[in-house]
């Protein structure tokens, strides 16, 4: 066991100098403008503020009581008539929060660039991020706490926190726009409730992610096939959570890294680690920003789950092991999704240089699902994964073009 764990280390290790040596990202703090430190620390109600946009923070209830934040920004600066505002809903990625849509400042930011589309903007946050970390009774300190993956963000959350807003705004339905495992959330929910199909406008998927059996990224690929140990040791040395914000978060918005060498390197590249780097579309002086918000937490098992499916190459329920799934599901193995019951409108958004989320995998998903109008490759060769939030370029590239479906649903 512990042979095994010593193996996963040196893998990520191995990989951390191996993205190290290829692309080097360095920057130093103490040239940097304050004002970007300052977003750094700055959570996303109050950075929307700093910008001089309204902002609204409203918890919902799941059904499985998970205490939940969401942010609003109801109406644009230049463009702040209040009535009768489409509603639109984005849902954040894997270790994000609603600040993915922020940070970029308001030319770039998908929510300001929506509010001043004229939308009344809803950003969700899953269970265990930043944002929402309370339960009825159970405590983020308990493992309790942390016994889901993106099944029940896809199950509970998003389904709970639509009907908030739609109670909340008077509409009968909204458009969606989700990015990486947002998408996933989406598919889990008008999968396993399709009434959820009926109060969707739209769904405009970012990198959308459903197989994901042709992941290019070296540090998945290298750690997927320890899926079923890796939770095993997670579980015996007591890790429910992977990456919470705060830790890394801390040194980008301070410090920044410690000056130990493989620290530092680890903390740079952590993200580029994981989803590919394409130094021509990250603006770097932004860097600190992003690194204050990301990663904002998630539960180990959200790794396993995908980790499970990049083996099977299936878009399947959480395997539980023959015993509890039979018991749970009826059958030794998880059940798959059922993609053909997805009703919505799909426009499908992707990449080619994507690690995570790669044409063939999402050609996989438009042929079996039985209601996508659109599939739009982004029209450049090296835009990767984080692109589609962090890209100097994300508007021309795609932000332009999904509100311009967008405003043929109004
Ligand atoms: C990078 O970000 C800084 C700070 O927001 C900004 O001043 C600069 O214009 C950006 N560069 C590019 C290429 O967008
Ligand atoms: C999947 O959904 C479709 C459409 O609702 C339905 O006809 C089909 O029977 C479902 N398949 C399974 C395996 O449940």
Not at 205 to 213: E, L, R, S
Not at 238 to 266: F, R, S
Not at 295 to 303: C, D, I, K, Y
């Amino acid at each position: 066991m512990l042979f095994k764990l010593c193996i996963i280390k040196f893998i990520i290790i191995f990989h951390v100098i191996y993205v190290h040596t290829e692309n080097t990202i360095d920057y130093d703090l103490r040239d940097t403008d304050p004002s970007i430190i300052e977003d750094a620390t700055l959570d996303t109600f109050t950075l929307i503020k700093k910008y001089g946009f309204p902002c609204e923070i409203h918890r919902v209830y799941t059904e499985d009581k998970y205490i939940l934040e969401v942010h609003r920004v109801p109406y644009g600066k230049r463009n702040s008539t209040r009535q009768n505002r489409p509603v639109v809903f984005l849902q954040h990625g894997l270790l994000s929060s609603s600040a993915e849509f922020v940070l970029m400042r308001p030319d770039k930011g998908l929510a300001y660039l929506l509010a001043e589309a004229g939308y009344d903007v809803w950003m969700g946050n899953a269970r265990g991020n930043t944002y929402s970390r309370h339960h009825a009774f159970l405590k983020p300190t308990s493992s309790e706490f942390w016994k889901f993956s993106w099944h029940e963000i896809g199950h509970y959350d998003v389904p709970a926190m639509i009907d908030y807003v739609i109670k909340e705004t008077g509409v009968q339905k909204i458009q969606y726009i989700g990015f990486s495992q947002g998408t996933t959330a989406f598919w889990v929910m008008t999968s396993t409730r399709p009434e959820y199909n009926d109060k969707i406008l739209a769904m405009h998927a970012m990198a959308p992610i459903a197989y994901v059996g042709n992941i290019r990224s070296p540090v998945i690929r290298a750690v997927a096939p320890f899926t079923n140990s890796l939770e095993r040791i997670l579980k015996l040395i007591g890790a429910n959570e992977i990456l919470p914000n705060g830790m890394i978060n801390k040194l980008a918005g301070e410090k920044l890294c410690l000056e130990e060498a493989l620290t530092q390197v680890l903390c740079k590249n952590l993200l580029f680690l994981f989803c590919g780097f394409n130094a021509e579309q990250l603006n770097t002086t932004m860097l600190p920003v992003v690194l204050g918000h990301t990663p904002a937490g998630a539960s180990t098992r959200q790794f396993i789950h995908f980790g499970q499916m990049y083996k099977s190459k299936k878009f399947a329920f959480f395997d539980q092991g023959w015993f509890r799934n039979k018991w749970n599901y009826g059958t030794f193995k998880p059940p798959s999704y059922n993609i053909s019951a997805i009703r919505t409108p799909i426009f499908l958004h992707y990449a080619d240089n994507d690690w995570l989320s790669t044409p063939k995998d999402v050609d996989k998903f438009f042929k079996e699902a039985k209601t996508v109008v659109g599939k739009y490759r982004v029209p450049l060769d090296k835009f990767n994964h984080l692109d589609f939030v962090f890209a100097n370029d994300a508007k021309k590239l795609i932000y332009d073009r999904i509100i311009r479906i967008m405003s043929q649903f109004i």
